[in-house]
């Protein structure tokens, strides 16, 4: 998000567990792109809220699993802001061979970019202004 629209946003990044380490392969296909994610970590929704996010303060929860939809939907029943559910490719466990891995991770990559695009528009270019 951040690579295509730079700070027109605020973004967080929560899931329903937490794994802290980031899957190499995501690392690898989104390197491809100029996306610098190894120092990212991941943390959970209980987590955000212990550190200080307050999701009232979000307009937007883009959930990419059912269980992350759930979660969302119960976190923010209580709160005025959208959770949309898009459908995304797990690349977890497909494949054989390395490559095979690699493509599948791509597919989730561009498939995420896609999305971010249908929905927020074009990327913004570095010094442009955002769009209305």
Request: proline share 5%.
């Amino acid at each position: 998000m951040k690579k295509l629209y730079g700070q027109r946003a605020y973004v967080q990044s929560a899931g329903v567990k937490n794994d802290m380490e980031i899957d190499g392969f995501s690392v690898a296909v989104c390197n491809e792109l100029g996306i610098e994610l190894s120092r990212h970590r991941s943390r959970s929704f209980e987590e955000m809220q212990k550190w200080g996010d307050d999701l009232s303060q979000f307009d937007l929860i883009v959930a990419l699993s059912p269980a992350s939809q759930r979660m969302a939907l119960e976190l923010t029943r209580y709160y005025h802001l959208a959770v949309e559910y898009w459908p995304i490719l797990d690349p977890t466990g497909l494949g054989e061979s390395r490559e095979a891995k690699l493509a599948s991770y791509r597919q989730t990559r561009d498939q995420i970019r896609d999305r971010m695009v249908d929905r927020f528009g074009p990327a913004t270019k570095p010094g442009e202004p955002a769009q209305s």
